[in-house]
């Protein structure tokens, strides 16, 4: 571990031990440990199987059928993940009472899969790991929606209203789920700590969070590998892997 590296972690600590409520944010970052690619990266798989907008979606059997095959074969690509340091790192906090919920970006279940229950982890995105039905909300797990594909090449129909079968994520030009985001406003402004893991802060609402939370009064610490858009506003900026810094709290 470099002098560097350790001093920010020791900081970290300290602002940690000093907070009444740390709220936490995660990005891509977090996962990519665990082996789930990012979306900027170059070389991406996501650039080659890219989400479906939303309308689109909606408005076609042959988009949703493309939409379902781009699905699994990125479900495919990390389908063993498990938590990385960074998804244990913040769920030692939680536990610790430190911080009440995570706020994440991501769709990938791995915060629940390091411990964590459904309401400790606020998605803001949505969640890969199930469907939903876009008419009457009804909840299809993907196995079956797989078996269901793969057997007839058409897109499923919810089992209980016939309706769109979609994956349970926030496609682009889908409207941001309302409870997630209420939520997320909520601690953000009782927060005197945010810790944002993980993220390029450049995927807007989601990342107008932490900059409302230090504008609300919080301290602001930013670990991300790369610079950030709000770095120059951040009381600590650490640019190193995020496992290496949040294995430090790893209880």
């Known amino acids: 571990m470099t002098e560097n590296l350790a001093a920010s972690i020791a900081t970290l600590q300290e602002m ?32 080659s199987n890219k989400p479906i907008p939303f309308e689109h979606f909606v408005q076609s059997v042959e988009a949703r059928r493309e939409a379902w095959r781009r699905k699994f074969v990125m479900d495919d690509l990390y389908r063993d993940a498990k938590p990385s340091r ?8 939680i536990a610790s009472g430190r911080m009440p919920s995570v706020i994440t970006q991501n769709i990938d279940g791995l915060h629940q899969a390091s411990g964590l229950s459904e309401e400790q982890v606020i998605e803001l995105h949505g969640n890969g790991t199930y469907a939903k039905c876009l008419s009457c909300g009804r909840r299809h797990e993907l ?16 089992i209980h209203c016939g309706g769109i ?65 709000l770095d120059e506003m951040a009381d600590l900026v650490v640019h190193e892997e995020i496992g290496s810094v949040l294995s430090a709290f790893v209880s």
């Open 143 to 158: 196995d079956w929606v797989r078996r269901h594909f793969e057997a007839s090449g058409d897109p499923p129909e919810c």
């Open 86 to 93: 960074g998804h244990l790192g913040i769920a030692s906090l």
């Open 16 to 47: 940690i031990q000093e907070a009444r409520i740390v709220a936490g944010f995660t990005g891509a970052g977090i996962s990519t440990e665990s082996g789930v690619p990012d979306f900027r990266s170059p070389g991406s798989p996501w650039m």
């Open 165 to 229: 079968l979609k994956s349970a994520t926030i496609s682009f030009g889908q409207a941001m789920p309302e409870e997630p985001m209420r939520r997320a406003q909520k601690l953000m402004a009782v927060c005197d700590l945010c810790l944002v893991v993980g993220s390029s802060l450049v995927v807007y609402p989601a990342a107008a969070f932490p900059a409302f939370a230090k504008e609300n009064g919080a301290r602001l610490v930013i670990v991300n590998r790369e610079p950030t858009p």
